[in-house]
């Protein structure tokens, strides 16, 4: 198969949680990808400078995920001002921490409702609301959900958050069963699974000594580093794009080596 230099030429993709991070790069990507976009962020001021910087091929939306009606206005603005939609990519989510999610015998009940509606609830109105409109235009459609390695391999002394970690198993469980019901719709769900990666939401641990050195060894590529949001681009552009046509029902971890290293404490 010939890989297009744009292969997301004529395409017109929704991403929630697009206006920093992990989100803002996977944006740009698309952008350069060929893609029209339409970008999703809660921040009226990040919100502003991701539509400005992404360019004209770009709309936005300052809205929260967890509000039933976001996607679905993110998709009729797409609809509205480029005429289609082909693809979402949800990213907003995030740690709970702060209010409450920890081991689960420390973990509140505010922590745990925060962290579900946050990153579980959030997932389920944007799926939905992708699916909702594919099944209309009676078209192909690709989504894309980021989830954490955390769900899959447990790193107990630095990032026991059991909350969050549920949340995102539940990432998986929602994308494969997607992927399984919406198969014969040619409606592809896939997700992916980032390690540590320098973003807004990852401070406490950028802040850390010992947790950035403990990365050294959990995270082995590239000389042991913690991951940058655009090492999730080529992924996501792949994904979303008819490059992944024969592809669902997939979660691949893009880890720095996390899920298969042990990680080095000093004791």
Same mark, same amino acid.
């Given at each position: ?12 993709? *929704? ?19 060929? %893609? ?8 009226? &001021? #990040? ?5 400005? /910087? ?17 996607? +679905?206005?993110?998709? !009729? @603005?797409?609809?509205? &001002?480029?005429?289609?939609? !082909? ?12 209010? /409450? +999610?920890?081991? @689960?015998? &420390?973990?509140? +009940? ?24 594919? @099944? ?5 459609? #690709? ?36 992927? %399984? ?51 999730? !681009?080529?992924? *996501?552009?792949?994904?979303? #794009? ?10 691949? %971890? ?12 000093? &004791?």
């Amino acid at each position: 198969m010939r890989v297009s230099a744009a292969p997301l030429q004529d395409k017109c993709i *929704v991403i929630i949680g697009g206006t920093s991070g992990i989100g803002l790069s996977a944006a740009k990507a698309c952008v350069a990808a060929g %893609a029209k976009i339409v970008v999703v962020g809660r921040d009226e &001021e #990040s919100t502003a400078a991701a539509k400005a /910087g992404l360019g004209s091929n770009t709309r936005s939306i300052i809205a929260d995920a967890i509000d039933p009606v976001t996607a +679905d206005r993110a998709i !009729d @603005l797409a609809i509205r &001002e480029f005429g289609r939609f !082909d693809g979402l990519y949800h990213v907003a989510g995030g740690s709970a921490r702060k209010v /409450g +999610d920890g081991p @689960l015998h &420390e973990m509140s +009940d505010q922590g745990w409702d925060f962290v579900w509606r946050l990153n579980v609830t959030s997932m389920i109105f944007s799926n939905r609301a992708a699916v909702r409109q594919f @099944l209309r235009q009676n078209s192909p459609g #690709s989504v894309l959900n980021l989830g954490s390695v955390a769900s899959i391999s447990p790193s107990p002394r630095h990032f026991a958050t059991h909350g969050y970690a549920a949340a995102k198993g539940a990432a998986i469980a929602l994308t494969r069963s997607a992927a %399984a019901y919406y198969a014969p719709h040619n409606i592809r769900f896939n997700c992916i699974l980032p390690g540590l990666v320098a973003t807004p939401m990852s401070r406490r641990a950028q802040d850390d000594p010992a947790i950035m050195k403990f990365i050294q060894t959990k995270q082995p590529l590239d000389g042991g580093r913690i991951g940058r949001p655009d090492d999730l !681009d080529a992924a *996501v552009v792949y994904f979303l #794009s008819d490059a992944s046509k024969f592809v669902t029902g997939q979660v691949l %971890a893009i880890d720095g080596g996390w899920s298969v290293a042990e990680g080095q404490y000093d &004791e």
